[in-house]
Structure formats: structure tokens, C-alpha cells
């Protein structure tokens, strides 16, 4: 089976501009996140998925970060304008419908950001 | 609120010691799983364990193991005769039945074998 990918690896931009990452889940996973890592610390959730609808988007900055996941497989999410503590690891990750809390996730190797 | 906190940010051991992981969570819920994840420094999050809080049972598999404490809400994680490749973050993460799947993950501890 395939895994999670994601898309580029690696990114590094100046302030105010703006980015976007892209990530493709496991064939047959409904449920897509997005979490936030930054260095030295644990991942956060910015945004659950639930085949094309948002579940959670509580933790999401939504002044500047934005994602779509317009067919129920892949997923965008957006950065702009971007600030420097936004540099980040961003990891997408999926699961089964009928994984709960937490079960069956698959995470991706994360897209690494650096502001400057 | 959900929460997961482990104190030892950084650990350092020397091949075939024992080591041990701390992991202390907060929760509401009586319904809860607790999970251990790696993450080498490739940086993909390595799923190891989950525990629901039904479950106190201790497990091992291979050199890890797990200690589930309900009293004293800790899940723990020990790697026996640890080896030049355990060297990773290791992360403690919690989900709660009520807050759907997302998971509220600790800091993290960094734990370096040495040859």
C-alpha cells in the first residue's frame, strides 16, 4: 500500500509571500489532517477533513492559512501571507472512516518550511 | 482540556542500557487512547503503540515496553538494551473519545545512543 504523500519536501520563502503544500492520501481514507510542527515541539492539529467537509478547523490561523480539499482525495493547504513563525514542518496524514480517536492514522514525511 | 506532557527533553544513554520514556496526560474523558510515536530524523512520525483507557495490561514487544498507570495517569515507555538506531524523537500523544481523532501530541523526548 501506498503511503501518505506530500509535497515538496522542502520550501523556503521570504515573509509575506505566500505557499502552498499539497498532500495525497492512502487510497480509501476519508479523513485527511493537517498538523503543524515546530521544531522542538509535538505536532499540532490545524485541520481535519472528513471526505470533502471540514470536521475541525479550531486550531486553523485563518487569517493567513487556508486548505481545500476539493474531490475527497487530495488536499491543499495554504499559506498567505506567510510569517516568519510559520517555519514549520507540516505533516499531512490519513485515516479509515471507522479509525476513531486517533486509530489508523498514517502520517507523511512533511513538507519542511522555512520563513526568512 | 486534553494534555500530554513529557518532562525529559533530551535523554542520553549508551548502547545496550535501558531507558526509560516519561509520559504524563491530563484528560476529562473516560474514554481515552494514549499512542507513542518515533520520529527519526527523516522526520516521518513511526506509529509503535496505542492503549485505550480500558486497557491497563502492560505489553511488550521485542525490547519495548509499556506501562500503563490509570492512577497516576503515565504511560511509559521503556526500550531494553537500547541500540544505536532507537536514537529518535520519541512522542507521547493522546485522543480523547470526544474529541473525534485528533490527536494532542507532548513535546517530545530526544534520546541519543552512543556507541
Known amino acids: 500500500e501506498a503511503g501518505v504523500a506530500q509535497s515538496p519536501r522542502y520550501k523556503i520563502i521570504e515573509k509575506r509571500q505566500s505557499v502552498a503544500f499539497w498532500c495525497n492520501p492512502i487510497?480509501?481514507?476519508?479523513?485527511l489532517y493537517w498538523y503543524q510542527q515546530i521544531l522542538g515541539q509535538g505536532p499540532k492539529l490545524l485541520i481535519q477533513f472528513q471526505n470533502n467537509g471540514v470536521v475541525d478547523d479550531s486550531q486553523l490561523p485563518k487569517d493567513r492559512f487556508s486548505a481545500e480539499r476539493l474531490k475527497g482525495v487530495d488536499s491543499t493547504l495554504k499559506i498567505q501571507p506567510a510569517k516568519l513563525e510559520d517555519s514549520a514542518v507540516y505533516l499531512c496524514a490519513s485515516s479509515r472512516p471507522r479509525d476513531r480517536a486517533g486509530y489508523g492514522y498514517t502520517f507523511g514525511s512533511g513538507t519542511r518550511l522555512t520563513v526568512v | 482540556a486534553q494534555k500530554v506532557t513529557q518532562a525529559q527533553t533530551e535523554i542520553s544513554v549508551v548502547e545496550k542500557e535501558d531507558v526509560t520514556l516519561d509520559c504524563v496526560y491530563e484528560?476529562?474523558?473516560?474514554?481515552?487512547?494514549l499512542f507513542w510515536y518515533k520520529q527519526p530524523p527523516s522526520g516521518e512520525l513511526v506509529f509503535l503503540i496505542r492503549r485505550n483507557s480500558f486497557d491497563e495490561q502492560n505489553e511488550i514487544s521485542g525490547r519495548y515496553s509499556w506501562n500503563f498507570q490509570k492512577s497516576t495517569s503515565s504511560f511509559n515507555f521503556t526500550i531494553t538494551a537500547s541500540q544505536v538506531v532507537d536514537s529518535a524523537v520519541y512522542f507521547c500523544?493522546?485522543?480523547?473519545?470526544?474529541?473525534?481523532?485528533?490527536?494532542?501530541f507532548g513535546e517530545g523526548t530526544q534520546l541519543t545512543v552512543n556507541p
Open positions: 487510497s480509501g481514507h476519508a479523513t
Open positions: 484528560t476529562r474523558d473516560t474514554t481515552y487512547y
Open positions: 500523544a493522546l485522543s480523547e473519545e470526544t474529541s473525534g481523532s485528533r490527536l494532542t
